[in-house]
């Protein structure tokens, strides 16, 4: 794990961004993972190591069950059960979240019927720069309503409630306001 990696788990992070971020370790870091974050025997880690190379054991349900065990050291056997259950829902599913952060779209923002989505994926967080958005919309990241931003369109038509989807881990509802 490393922050200037990207890839640490933050022990006061919210339950459902520790879920995710240990869902998306690489298989083979997996048995080092359970054994020093689950605390798992090294007997147990080397059985579940054989099932993984025999294809028995599936690593999304090992991954699934590590995740669960570190939320809840940190956040109660609750929190563990409903950040599997959301991870499942968003990712196995395709549904959307229960929650998503409220983006705001100022009214002076709009330019006639449409808003300049850049400015609007920057100032909700979901890149770091103007040039990290447009990179983000050329690549197809980009979606309103599960419908993916056509490359270059950088003015979209934007109302109240709409869901703004960045990558495959952000979402943000759209709110109008002034």
């Known amino acids: 794990m490393s922050k200037s990696l990207g890839n640490y788990v933050g022990i006061s992070e919210a339950p459902g961004e520790m879920f995710g971020k240990l869902m998306s370790i690489p298989d083979a870091l997996l048995p ?23 294809g028995t054991v599936n690593p999304r ?4 069950e590590m995740a669960r065990t570190v939320v809840a050291t940190y956040h109660g056997e609750a929190a563990g059960e409903e950040a599997s259950a959301e991870f499942r829902r968003v990712f196995s599913k395709h549904e959307l979240p229960a929650e ?7 009214q002076e923002h709009v330019r006639g019927e449409k808003v ?63």
Do not use: H
Not at 32 to 44: D, G, N, S
Not at 100 to 106: C, F
Not at 119 to 146: C, F, H, P, T, Y
Not at 163 to 174: A, Q, S, T
């Open 32 to 54: 080092q993972y359970l054994l020093l974050v689950c605390e798992w025997t090294p007997a147990k880690v080397a059985e579940a190591e054989a099932g993984l190379r025999a």
């Open 61 to 64: 349900e090992l991954k699934d």
């Open 100 to 106: 998503m952060p409220l983006v705001a779209v100022w």
């Open 116 to 178: 300049w989505l850049v400015g609007v994926i920057v100032k909700a967080g979901m890149a770091a720069s103007n040039s990290e958005a447009r990179r983000l919309l050329k690549q197809g990241a980009v979606s309103v309503n599960d419908e993916v931003v056509a490359d270059g369109a950088e003015e979209v038509a934007l109302k109240g409630g709409d869901v703004l989807r960045v990558g495959k881990r952000r979402f943000g509802r759209i709110v109008v306001e002034g």
